[in-house]
Nanobody, 121 residues
Framework: QVQLVESGGGLVQPGRSLRLSCKPSGRISSIGAMGWYRQAPGKQREAVASVTSGGFATYADSVKGRFTISRDNAKNTVHLQMNNLNPEDTAVYYC???????????????WGQGTLVTVSS
């Protein structure tokens, strides 16, 4: 079964940057929209940013101007560049993909297992 695998999380000081990446664990023919969600302790999961296969990106108001989402359609990967991080960005970040096609299976959606981002001095 294909999964999405995140990388790049970790501990960072306020004001610094991190770059998250997400790629499929196996061969994928195509993916629709890809995006990032996050879940802070004691809070519900929320959408952070998404990008269509055509490159149209949307962002949560809380990250506009600080985060940039990008994708490589040839590799079916998505990245999240996070700048000027603050403690409120601390959360587990999850990669998400819509309409994932492999050679034999069509997934309506796929989620990664998450990567922890901790912003603290």
């Amino acid at each position: 079964q294909v999964q999405l695998v995140e990388s790049g999380g970790g501990l960072v000081q306020p004001g610094r940057s991190l770059r998250l990446s997400c790629k499929p664990s196996g061969r994928i023919s195509s993916i629709g929209a890809m995006g990032w969600y996050r879940q802070a302790p004691g809070k519900q999961r929320e959408a952070v940013a998404s990008v269509t296969s055509g490159g149209f990106a949307t962002y949560a108001d809380s990250v506009k101007g600080r985060f940039t989402i990008s994708r490589d359609n040839a590799k079916n990967t998505v990245h999240l560049q996070m700048n000027n991080l603050n403690p409120e960005d601390t959360a587990v970040y999850y990669c998400h993909g819509n309409t994932v096609l492999t050679a034999s299976v069509r997934y309506l959606e796929l989620w990664g297992q998450g990567t922890l981002v901790t912003v603290s001095s």
